[in-house]
């Protein structure tokens, strides 16, 4: 039975024989890849991050200090999730783990359906495999050349049994539940994203700003019921006060004096492997261009965050508060996006919000006529935000190249060329309904 061609297939060869060939060719190549990297990571699970979690969870389930831990950053509504991990791993520690990567994968999966249901027209038809020429599919344009260039964090996020792809999934389903008038659902969604880890709460600024009042609202209900019903009811008054004491010195000490490891590629983790003498000093390159103090570097990566707060407020100020409008979608991508960069900590992994804004550029480049040099500019910024992004990966330039790239903040870069990006492409956007 021959594969069915869908609408907007990539690529698109002068042949159908040789489109279907290419499209048979990609669905093999990227199955092979994910079931490779999860039965991989079976067999080296002492090496994922993830191998803390269900050793957290023994902490919790023994009653013993779970922030006595130096990698233990996370809010405390996670102990409970560390707790289930360490109980399933009890069980079976193998299956738990593919359990985990599974729900990393199909996590993808249903990120990239929520976002081309934002922005591509008939986006709800969208299905993995091909059924029709008249319908979208894995294959399609919009979906196979956003993951293309976000696949190498993903594969990351996969290779480290690390959890942002479902983070990412619950705060893309927030938003698609919001505008589509479902609000409790979405509250839940956005509240449990956020109690696992905290920077999803930015998102609540971008609420905000739309007047979602009603959003918040649930939102904030559910943050509560999560945070501190659920735990007082489960460790008792005193231990939560304590846990949430211990948590709150740890990320105080994360702002006050962020970790410049070449690996965190966030932005205030850049600022001082620039401008501070120290800040280089544990990385394979040392890259710094002032001996400021850490303190000074906190100061201004703050002055820096309010001025990029007070410019998204001015770009996305004309555009409309229904969030059912895709102009909306695309603001809401590029928060996800900004939520990353300003983080205390932001692995390479942490970086798969950029499929949003990916999603978003796509789609406005797409829609631009071609051959125009506006075109042409946005394409060139497109592919070098995607050199920055993939080719500092390991696979391709080696451990030690990645490595000095990495003390470059390359992957800062990519990120805020992206972001630049998706901001000049907003008002190509044609409004659009959900």
């Given at each position: 039975m021959p594969v069915v061609i869908p609408r907007d297939s990539w690529p698109r060869l002068g042949s159908?024989?040789?489109?279907?060939?290419?499209i048979a060719t990609i669905y093999a190549l990227v199955l092979l890849v994910a079931l490779a990297e999860m039965a991989r990571s079976l067999t080296r699970a002492d090496r994922l991050d993830y191998t803390n979690y269900p050793i957290l969870g023994e902490v919790v389930l023994a009653g013993g200090d779970p922030y006595d831990n130096a990698y233990n950053s996370w809010p405390p509504f996670f102990l409970l999730v560390a707790a289930l991990l360490g109980?399933?791993?009890r069980i079976s520690s193998v299956a738990t783990l593919g359990v985990w990567q599974l729900a990393s994968v199909l996590a993808a999966w249903g990120s990239l359906k929520l976002l081309v249901r934002c922005f591509v027209a008939d986006g709800r038809t969208l299905t993995f495999w091909p059924r029709s020429p008249d319908r979208l599919a894995f294959v399609s344009a919009p979906v196979i050349v956003p993951l293309l260039f976000t696949a190498r964090l993903f594969l990351d996020n996969l290779q480290h049994g690390q959890i942002n792809a479902q983070l990412l999934f619950l705060s893309l389903l927030a938003f698609v539940l919001f505008r589509e008038g479902r609000p409790i659902g979405g509250a839940l969604a956005l509240a449990l994203a956020a109690s696992i880890?905290?920077?999803?709460?930015?998102?609540?600024?971008?609420?905000?700003?739309?007047?979602?009042?009603?959003?918040?609202?649930?939102?904030?209900?559910?943050?509560?019921?999560?945070?501190?019903?659920v735990p007082l009811a489960i460790f008792g008054a005193d231990e939560v006060a304590t846990q949430w004491k211990s948590w709150h010195a740890v990320v105080g000490g994360e702002l006050q004096k962020p970790i410049a490891h070449h690996p965190n590629q966030a932005l205030q983790s850049a600022l001082k492997r620039y401008l501070t003498a120290e800040g280089g000093s544990t990385?394979?390159?040392?890259?710094?261009?002032?001996?400021?103090?850490?303190?000074?570097?906190?100061?201004?990566?703050?002055?820096?965050?309010?001025?990029?707060?007070?410019?998204?407020?001015?770009?996305?100020?004309?555009?409309?508060?229904?969030?059912?409008?895709?102009r909306c979608a695309g603001e809401y991508a590029i928060c996800l996006a900004a939520m990353t960069l300003v983080s205390p900590l932001a692995w390479t992994a942490h970086f798969v919000t950029l499929l949003a804004p990916a999603v978003l550029v796509w789609t406005a480049l797409r829609e631009l006529p071609s051959g125009t040099a506006a075109r042409r500019r946005r394409m060139g910024v497109w592919w070098a935000a995607f050199v920055c992004v993939t080719f500092s990966a390991q696979g391709f330039v080696g451990w030690a190249w990645s490595g000095w790239l990495e003390s470059l903040s390359v992957i800062t870069l990519g990120a805020l060329l992206l972001v630049g990006l998706a901001i000049s492409a907003l008002p190509a956007l044609a409004p659009r309904r959900a």
């Open positions: 159908p024989t040789a489109t279907r060939v290419a109980l399933g791993s880890k905290a920077a999803p709460i930015l998102l609540l600024g971008y609420l905000a700003y739309k007047r979602c009042w009603r959003e918040i609202g649930w939102t904030i209900g559910f943050l509560v019921v999560l945070n501190l019903v990385n394979p390159l040392q890259v710094s261009i002032a001996a400021w103090s850490t303190a000074t570097v906190a100061r201004v990566f703050w002055c820096l965050a309010g001025l990029a707060l007070a410019g998204l407020a001015w770009a996305f100020r004309r555009d409309p508060r229904d969030l059912s409008d895709r």
